[in-house]
């Protein structure tokens, strides 16, 4: 499976500081929770990666 491909799931995500500095991004769903702590210039390339994503998909609609 990939990126493109479709799937139904439910999960929760939540994003916030952590007291050790980092950002985390936390996925809650189906009994599985999965925290992934990064540095916090990981988190802006991340965020940048995210933006350019949503920028794409709305050329394709």
């Known amino acids: 499976m990939g990126i493109d491909t479709e799937?139904?799931?439910e999960a929760n995500l939540q994003i916030g500081p952590?007291?050790?500095g980092m950002v985390r991004i936390f996925v809650e769903g189906n009994g599985i929770e999965i925290p992934m702590d990064f540095d916090?210039?990981?988190a802006v390339e991340i965020a940048?990666?995210?933006i350019t994503a949503a920028k794409?998909?709305?050329l394709i609609k």
């Open 48 to 50: 940048e990666e995210i």
């Open 40 to 42: 916090p210039d990981e």
């Open 7 to 9: 799937r139904d799931i």
């Open 18 to 20: 952590t007291d050790h």
């Open 56 to 58: 794409a998909a709305r």
